[in-house]
Protein backbone atom coordinates (compact mmCIF):
# COMPACT_ATOMS: atom_id res chain seq x y z
CA UNK A 1 0.00 0.00 0.00
CA UNK A 2 1.77 3.16 -0.96
CA UNK A 3 2.12 5.93 1.61
CA UNK A 4 -0.29 9.29 0.73
CA UNK A 5 2.25 12.13 0.66
CA UNK A 6 0.92 15.46 1.99
CA UNK A 7 2.13 18.58 -0.40
CA UNK A 8 2.17 21.92 1.66
CA UNK A 9 -0.12 24.15 -1.14
CA UNK A 10 0.64 27.58 0.85
CA UNK A 11 1.85 30.17 -0.78
CA UNK A 12 4.44 32.29 0.83
CA UNK A 13 3.20 36.09 0.80
CA UNK A 14 5.16 38.45 -0.90
CA UNK A 15 4.94 42.57 -1.80
CA UNK A 16 5.37 43.40 -5.35
CA UNK A 17 6.56 47.25 -5.39
CA UNK A 18 4.92 49.88 -7.55
CA UNK A 19 5.72 48.97 -11.07
CA UNK A 20 6.40 53.34 -11.43
CA UNK A 21 9.43 52.94 -9.02
CA UNK A 22 11.58 50.50 -11.08
CA UNK A 23 11.02 52.15 -14.43
CA UNK A 24 10.55 56.06 -13.41
CA UNK A 25 11.35 58.98 -15.97
CA UNK A 26 12.26 60.98 -13.07
CA UNK A 27 14.83 60.58 -10.28
CA UNK A 28 12.53 58.62 -7.03
CA UNK A 29 11.83 61.37 -4.23
CA UNK A 30 12.54 60.25 -1.38
CA UNK A 31 12.60 62.07 1.88
CA UNK A 32 14.99 61.59 5.10
CA UNK A 33 14.06 62.13 8.48
CA UNK A 34 16.55 62.62 11.17
CA UNK A 35 20.30 63.55 10.56
CA UNK A 36 22.15 61.67 13.76
CA UNK A 37 23.60 58.49 13.93
CA UNK A 38 21.27 56.49 11.42
CA UNK A 39 20.42 59.46 9.58
CA UNK A 40 23.71 60.22 8.50
CA UNK A 41 24.72 56.66 7.48
CA UNK A 42 21.46 56.27 5.80
CA UNK A 43 22.49 59.67 3.58
CA UNK A 44 25.49 57.84 2.78
CA UNK A 45 23.74 54.49 1.65
CA UNK A 46 21.06 56.32 -0.47
CA UNK A 47 23.68 58.22 -2.44
CA UNK A 48 25.59 54.75 -2.84
CA UNK A 49 22.54 53.37 -4.12
CA UNK A 50 21.68 55.72 -6.51
CA UNK A 51 25.05 55.82 -8.33
CA UNK A 52 24.46 52.12 -8.97
CA UNK A 53 20.97 52.77 -10.05
CA UNK A 54 22.18 55.27 -12.67
CA UNK A 55 25.11 52.85 -13.66
CA UNK A 56 21.85 50.47 -14.23
CA UNK A 57 20.04 52.73 -16.71
CA UNK A 58 17.63 54.14 -13.48
CA UNK A 59 17.23 57.74 -12.84
CA UNK A 60 18.06 57.18 -9.28
CA UNK A 61 17.02 59.19 -6.32
CA UNK A 62 16.21 62.68 -5.27
CA UNK A 63 16.78 62.96 -1.75
CA UNK A 64 15.59 65.99 0.62
CA UNK A 65 17.04 65.54 4.75
CA UNK A 66 15.21 66.97 6.95
CA UNK A 67 16.69 68.00 10.83
CA UNK A 68 16.83 71.37 12.82
CA UNK A 69 19.66 70.53 15.06
CA UNK A 70 23.10 71.78 14.89
CA UNK A 71 26.51 69.63 15.02
CA UNK A 72 27.74 69.52 18.83
CA UNK A 73 30.88 67.67 20.10
CA UNK A 74 29.16 64.43 21.22
CA UNK A 75 27.88 64.19 17.85
CA UNK A 76 31.48 63.59 17.00
CA UNK A 77 32.13 59.91 16.38
CA UNK A 78 29.42 58.52 16.53
CA UNK A 79 27.53 60.17 13.79
CA UNK A 80 29.33 61.40 10.60
CA UNK A 81 30.67 64.47 11.49
CA UNK A 82 33.93 66.20 11.55
CA UNK A 83 34.78 69.39 14.39
CA UNK A 84 34.96 71.35 11.14
CA UNK A 85 31.58 71.10 11.01
CA UNK A 86 30.53 71.62 14.77
CA UNK A 87 27.90 74.92 15.21
CA UNK A 88 26.20 73.74 11.52
CA UNK A 89 23.16 72.43 10.95
CA UNK A 90 23.30 68.95 10.80
CA UNK A 91 21.31 68.58 7.24
CA UNK A 92 23.13 71.56 5.55
CA UNK A 93 26.52 69.73 6.66
CA UNK A 94 25.83 66.39 5.34
CA UNK A 95 24.09 67.26 1.87
CA UNK A 96 27.05 69.67 1.04
CA UNK A 97 29.40 67.17 1.55
CA UNK A 98 27.40 64.32 -0.06
CA UNK A 99 26.93 66.37 -2.85
CA UNK A 100 30.42 67.75 -3.31
CA UNK A 101 31.33 63.59 -2.96
CA UNK A 102 29.24 62.19 -5.62
CA UNK A 103 27.88 65.02 -8.16
CA UNK A 104 24.58 65.31 -6.91
CA UNK A 105 22.02 68.31 -5.85
CA UNK A 106 20.48 66.99 -2.86
CA UNK A 107 18.52 69.30 -0.94
CA UNK A 108 19.05 69.84 2.58
CA UNK A 109 15.97 71.48 5.33
CA UNK A 110 17.30 73.09 8.69
CA UNK A 111 13.89 72.27 9.77
CA UNK A 112 11.91 70.08 11.56
CA UNK A 113 9.31 67.74 9.67
CA UNK A 114 6.20 68.22 11.37
CA UNK A 115 2.82 69.63 11.17
CA UNK A 116 3.96 73.36 10.92
CA UNK A 117 6.29 72.53 8.18
CA UNK A 118 4.37 70.03 6.02
CA UNK A 119 1.43 71.60 3.42
CA UNK A 120 -0.70 69.52 0.76
CA UNK A 121 2.25 69.04 -2.28
CA UNK A 122 5.15 70.13 0.82
CA UNK A 123 7.28 67.61 2.00
CA UNK A 124 5.77 65.07 -0.31
CA UNK A 125 7.94 62.18 -1.68
CA UNK A 126 7.49 58.79 -3.10
CA UNK A 127 9.75 57.07 -0.11
CA UNK A 128 10.05 58.41 3.66
CA UNK A 129 12.53 56.98 5.25
CA UNK A 130 12.42 58.31 9.21
CA UNK A 131 15.80 57.83 11.67
CA UNK A 132 14.00 59.74 14.84
CA UNK A 133 14.50 59.48 18.25
CA UNK A 134 10.94 60.15 19.48
CA UNK A 135 7.59 57.90 19.60
CA UNK A 136 6.16 61.63 19.24
CA UNK A 137 7.90 62.28 16.18
CA UNK A 138 7.18 58.75 14.61
CA UNK A 139 3.34 58.99 15.40
CA UNK A 140 3.29 62.23 14.10
CA UNK A 141 5.19 61.18 10.42
CA UNK A 142 2.22 58.61 10.31
CA UNK A 143 -0.46 60.94 10.51
CA UNK A 144 1.45 63.61 8.00
CA UNK A 145 1.84 60.62 5.60
CA UNK A 146 -1.83 59.36 5.37
CA UNK A 147 -3.02 63.24 4.79
CA UNK A 148 -0.91 62.62 2.31
CA UNK A 149 -1.95 59.93 0.68
CA UNK A 150 -5.70 61.25 1.44
CA UNK A 151 -5.12 64.44 -0.39
CA UNK A 152 -2.46 63.84 -3.15
CA UNK A 153 -4.44 61.85 -6.17
CA UNK A 154 -2.19 61.95 -8.97
CA UNK A 155 0.65 64.07 -7.87
CA UNK A 156 3.95 62.91 -8.91
CA UNK A 157 5.82 62.45 -5.47
CA UNK A 158 2.42 60.97 -4.08
CA UNK A 159 4.05 58.79 -0.62
CA UNK A 160 3.56 54.92 -1.64
CA UNK A 161 6.17 53.68 1.26
CA UNK A 162 7.58 54.43 5.01
CA UNK A 163 10.72 52.68 6.03
CA UNK A 164 11.15 53.48 9.91
CA UNK A 165 14.58 53.16 11.65
CA UNK A 166 14.88 53.05 15.84
CA UNK A 167 17.31 51.57 17.94
CA UNK A 168 18.39 51.73 21.88
CA UNK A 169 22.14 50.90 23.10
CA UNK A 170 22.90 48.31 21.27
CA UNK A 171 19.17 46.54 19.94
CA UNK A 172 17.12 48.36 17.14
CA UNK A 173 14.45 47.33 14.55
CA UNK A 174 13.82 48.76 10.75
CA UNK A 175 10.50 48.41 9.45
CA UNK A 176 8.91 48.69 6.11
CA UNK A 177 5.15 50.09 5.56
CA UNK A 178 3.27 51.27 2.41
CA UNK A 179 1.63 54.46 2.34
CA UNK A 180 -2.20 52.84 1.57
CA UNK A 181 -2.84 49.79 -0.54
CA UNK A 182 -0.36 49.29 -3.21
CA UNK A 183 -2.10 47.50 -6.18
CA UNK A 184 -0.33 43.85 -6.84
CA UNK A 185 -0.44 41.94 -10.14
CA UNK A 186 -2.46 38.46 -9.62
CA UNK A 187 0.09 35.25 -8.84
CA UNK A 188 0.29 31.79 -9.11
CA UNK A 189 3.73 31.70 -6.59
CA UNK A 190 2.56 34.01 -4.48
CA UNK A 191 0.37 35.74 -2.13
CA UNK A 192 0.80 39.34 -3.27
CA UNK A 193 0.13 41.59 -0.48
CA UNK A 194 -0.52 45.46 -0.89
CA UNK A 195 -1.14 46.59 2.44
CA UNK A 196 2.32 46.38 4.86
CA UNK A 197 1.12 48.18 8.09
CA UNK A 198 2.43 51.24 9.59
CA UNK A 199 4.99 50.78 12.54
CA UNK A 200 2.82 52.85 14.53
CA UNK A 201 0.23 50.41 14.14
CA UNK A 202 2.14 47.35 13.97
CA UNK A 203 4.18 47.59 17.06
CA UNK A 204 2.53 50.32 18.84
CA UNK A 205 2.58 48.69 22.18
CA UNK A 206 6.94 48.21 21.62
CA UNK A 207 6.84 52.08 20.82
CA UNK A 208 4.50 53.09 23.33
CA UNK A 209 6.42 51.33 25.60
CA UNK A 210 10.07 52.45 24.86
CA UNK A 211 8.66 55.77 25.00
CA UNK A 212 9.01 55.53 28.97
CA UNK A 213 12.95 55.64 28.52
CA UNK A 214 15.59 58.54 29.00
CA UNK A 215 16.00 60.34 25.63
CA UNK A 216 17.93 63.15 26.96
CA UNK A 217 20.80 64.85 25.17
CA UNK A 218 23.98 63.63 25.94
CA UNK A 219 26.50 66.27 27.24
CA UNK A 220 30.36 64.43 25.97
CA UNK A 221 30.93 61.46 23.59
CA UNK A 222 31.73 59.20 26.27
CA UNK A 223 28.04 59.86 27.44
CA UNK A 224 26.21 59.63 23.96
CA UNK A 225 28.25 56.43 23.68
CA UNK A 226 27.19 54.84 27.09
CA UNK A 227 23.41 55.60 25.47
CA UNK A 228 23.98 53.79 22.21
CA UNK A 229 26.65 52.03 21.01
CA UNK A 230 28.97 52.66 18.21
CA UNK A 231 27.99 50.67 15.49
CA UNK A 232 24.34 50.22 16.13
CA UNK A 233 23.88 52.59 13.79
CA UNK A 234 25.62 51.71 10.91
CA UNK A 235 24.51 47.87 11.17
CA UNK A 236 20.52 48.66 11.22
CA UNK A 237 21.66 50.99 8.18
CA UNK A 238 22.98 48.19 5.81
CA UNK A 239 20.22 46.68 6.62
CA UNK A 240 17.36 48.50 5.83
CA UNK A 241 19.64 49.75 3.12
CA UNK A 242 19.86 46.25 1.43
CA UNK A 243 15.95 45.59 1.91
CA UNK A 244 15.11 49.05 -0.11
CA UNK A 245 18.37 47.65 -2.42
CA UNK A 246 15.97 44.51 -2.96
CA UNK A 247 13.09 46.63 -3.73
CA UNK A 248 14.87 48.31 -6.57
CA UNK A 249 16.87 45.66 -8.17
CA UNK A 250 14.38 42.48 -7.83
CA UNK A 251 10.63 44.06 -7.71
CA UNK A 252 9.51 42.00 -5.11
CA UNK A 253 10.41 41.53 -1.22
CA UNK A 254 9.82 38.69 0.78
CA UNK A 255 10.57 40.77 4.42
CA UNK A 256 9.66 43.96 5.43
CA UNK A 257 11.09 44.25 8.96
CA UNK A 258 13.85 43.01 11.41
CA UNK A 259 15.03 43.31 14.60
CA UNK A 260 18.75 43.37 15.28
CA UNK A 261 20.64 42.68 18.94
CA UNK A 262 24.20 43.40 18.18
CA UNK A 263 25.53 42.34 21.81
CA UNK A 264 24.42 38.94 21.01
CA UNK A 265 25.22 39.03 17.60
CA UNK A 266 21.42 38.04 16.36
CA UNK A 267 19.63 39.36 13.51
CA UNK A 268 15.76 38.58 13.51
CA UNK A 269 13.73 39.79 9.62
CA UNK A 270 9.45 39.37 9.44
CA UNK A 271 8.26 37.65 6.86
CA UNK A 272 5.40 39.61 4.90
CA UNK A 273 2.49 37.90 6.85
CA UNK A 274 -1.59 38.06 5.86
Not at 57 to 76: A, I, K, R
Not at 104 to 112: D, G, V
Not at 198 to 209: G, M, N, P, R
Amino acid sequence: MKKQILVNTTLPAVHIVQKELLQPYNPVSVNLIGAGGTGSQMLTALARMSQALNGLNHPGFMVTLFDDDTVQTPNLARQLFTSAELGQFKSVALINRINRFFGLNWKAEAERYDKQYCSIAKGMAAITVSCVDTVKARFEIAEILKIYHKNSGGHRDKPLYWMDFGNSKDTGQVVLSTVGEIKQPKSKQFVPLGNLPFVTEKFKDLLLQSELNDNTPSCSLAEALAKQDLFINSTLVNFGSSLIWQMFREGIIYHNALFLNLKEYRAQPLKIAA
